[in-house]
């Protein structure tokens, strides 16, 4: 029987924050309640404690002056509420029992002066005992009363909560869904919208919470806008750019195609070689564009010594420089020159630098690049050339792609110090096109600020 392949967990549905947050606030109620109704019923406790003890007290105190029948009769049954609990006894200093209280308990005679709890047919009592010179008076009440009592106290207290809890509920519910209405709002507002369109998210009324967030996404949302804007440019431009090569191959096949001696086929070939080796350097400076182009910051950085990365790629270009008969010259002692960046797109910089100066320096002029630290803690490398130089008003276009100077002979792509302004963006960097001092010809330098 054939294995069967483990489905991947599910994904846990999405926590909902208006449900958390109304849970939290319905506990929050509830924990309230309860907290009131305990403090409540402690208080009320202790409040009945300190009342029925002081009623206690001034009904032994009123029985000192007289007899207790005449004196109890209609004052304690018909007394605030606990009263009817009481249990009153009068007792002579020899022990007889001048007067008790309707009741079927008997308080033990002999007590601690002053208030106590007692035991009397098996019920715990609150007594509180007065001993005058011929008398002592016992007035108790049962603890379980006393109880009661606090109970009903806190039960009346907490019971209004109670019976607002579902009113509380959809309280909670309406503040809660009027909070988090921004929330919902934006969560429409881009479920509304088009792919292509990333204009950024009203920010005016949001609460102080949310528009932080809302100002990161415009960020994003810029960010992206640009990248769009820059892929569909560099899709239309490399479209256009690689339709002109094409066609010449094709032209170049059907000469081909056509020859009908042995020299001719030679030179329809050496054409064709010719205009493949011009398509595929046009799609590798395309993909180079790809790869470099953008203001990201560079994913991977090193300390790098553009001294050591100059002459490195000088060395790779003297056999270039030696066909077209142009002087290389380079910071071959320099000291390091170190910054933080890629070496493989800083080689990139170096390469398309040097091979756009070779490609406008005429057979036995000089092609040369410096190194230098720059003002403060900065960097500067510059390639320079004898060659005719850029006019000052081209100087600014020759940074973009495909972008040739009228006149200008050879197939480039236009591309080469597109590449180098990419880089050099995505290294912090700026990129200054002027006249060289030394040489006569153009001046590319790079320039890095101070860290």
Known sequence: MAATTPRPAADPPARSLRARLTLLLLLAVLVTALAQGV?????????????????????????????????????????????????????RADGIMLYRSPSARLLPPQAVIGFSDVQAAGEPYRVYTLETATQVIQVAQAVSARRRMAGQLALRAVLPVALLAPVLMLIVGWVVGRALA????????????????????????????????????????????????????????AAHELRSPLAALRLQVQGLQRADTDEARQLATDRLLAGVDRATRLVEQLLALARHDGNGAASATAPVDLAALARRALHDATSEAQARQIELRGPDAAAPVMIQGQADALAVLLRNLIDNALKHTPAGGVVQVSVRHGEGAGAELAVEDSGPGIAPEDRQRVLDRFYRVPGTPGHGSGLGLAIVQAVARRHGARVEVGESAGLGGARVGVVWPVA
């Open 182 to 237: 921004p929330v919902q709002q934006l969560r429409r507002q881009l479920a509304a919208r088009r792919a292509d369109e990333l204009a950024p998210l009203p920010v005016a009324g949001l609460p102080a919470e949310v528009a932080p967030l809302v100002a990161e996404m415009n960020g994003l949302l810029a960010r992206l806008e640009a990248a769009w804007q820059q892929l569909s440019d560099f899709t239309a431009d």
């Open 39 to 91: 403090i409540t019923w402690r208080a009320a406790r202790a409040e009945i404690e300190s009342v029925f003890d002081a009623q206690m007290e001034r009904i032994a105190l009123s029985l000192t002056g007289g007899l207790a029948s005449s004196v109890l009769e209609g004052s304690v049954i018909d007394g605030p509420p606990g009263t009817q609990e009481l249990i009153i006894q009068v007792w």
